[in-house]
């Protein structure tokens, strides 16, 4: 997108492969974007991409840069949940920034929400999304077309889902980052909602265990439907005995008080849409799959209003 200005900061993990980020940098760039890295390989600790107080740093400098219209992660991982309490979300909210990111990143949407009601987006990192030697173009089309806005649409491809039409703030993220804020001040809770959720390396009775958790604590509560992303990774075993994702979907449908879908582009996978965490959103499902529209969400003309 030309002259789009990014800031990148590195909340949790650091570049596996520098060359190849300095390569993603310079292919922005040629494309007409300024980008604002403040993250400094020379500075990653242990597994993360800096210090706590490093990472913070990073986070507030591309918060307060000026030139600055997004704020993307460089990476997921972990990494926020050790800054939560000392990230001034309300100087992240004032800032108009749009940021973005998913995964580990999950926990920065939620904060946000819960601590000023401000939106932000799930989408695209710069490791490895904007770093590829071949960049896929759903994953940035999408990005692109939902920070231009004013509305922003997702088709989840799937048969076998209820049919629904319903309407409702669109939240949620990585199931185990959810899972994990359930209970702390940094967990938003959106009336009336429609949840989404995605995970990677956890085995279908994790999921299960997950997804039980926020129902037990009543985070499912009054929510519209709970619509299902990407969930790999994982490895069965004999003893499993036909338990498996399939049976995982089942069971759920049979108890959850909410419509589940599955579908949703999205997730630790390449072809990945951009959701607007907070926005507006209408699901409305077929035999084949279904329609996510959002709207009311910042975007790069009016980032907020």
Not at 1 to 6: C, E, Q
Not at 96 to 109: E, I, N, R
Not at 187 to 205: C, L, Q, S
Not at 283 to 300: A, I, K, M, N
Request: proline residues 6%; negative net charge.
């Amino acid at each position: 997108m030309n002259n789009l200005r990014i800031a990148i900061a590195a909340p949790a993990g650091y570049a596996l492969d520098e060359a190849a980020m300095a390569h993603g940098i310079a292919r922005l760039e040629q494309a007409g974007c300024t980008v604002h890295n403040y993250y400094d390989p020379d500075e990653k600790f242990q597994r993360f991409g800096g210090t706590d107080a490093g990472r913070l740093a990073q986070l507030e400098a591309a918060a307060r840069d000026p030139d600055a219209q997004v704020v993307i992660a460089l990476r997921g991982s972990y990494g926020i949940s050790r800054i939560l309490p000392r990230i001034d979300f309300n100087m992240m909210a004032d800032s108009g920034k749009l940021f973005v990111g998913y995964s580990d990143f999950t926990a920065f949407h939620m904060g946000l929400m819960a601590a000023t009601g401000r939106k932000s987006f799930a989408g695209p990192m710069i490791c490895d999304d904007f770093i590829r030697d071949e960049p896929v173009g759903y994953t940035l089309d999408q990005f692109y077309d939902c920070l231009r806005g004013p509305s922003h649409a997702v088709r989840g491809t799937a048969t076998g889902n209820p049919r629904v039409d319903v309407e409702g703030r669109l939240w949620g993220g990585n199931l185990a980052m959810l899972n994990h804020l359930v209970g702390t001040p940094y967990f938003a809770r959106i009336p009336g909602g429609i949840v989404f959720i995605e995970d990677v390396g956890e085995h279908p009775y994790r999921v299960e265990r997950m997804v039980l958790q926020l129902l037990y604590a009543g985070a499912l509560d009054g929510q519209q439907a709970l619509v299902l992303g990407d969930i790999s990774g994982y490895r069965l075993a004999p003893f499993d005995n036909g338990y498996d994702f399939d049976a995982m979907l089942a069971y759920l449908r049979d108890t959850l008080p909410i419509p589940v879908l599955t579908g949703l582009p999205f997730g630790h996978v390449k072809h990945r849409c951009t959701l607007p965490f907070g926005g507006m959103a209408r699901l409305r499902s077929d035999d084949e799959g279904f329609d996510l529209t959002v709207t009311d969400y910042p975007t790069l003309a009016q980032p907020y209003g």
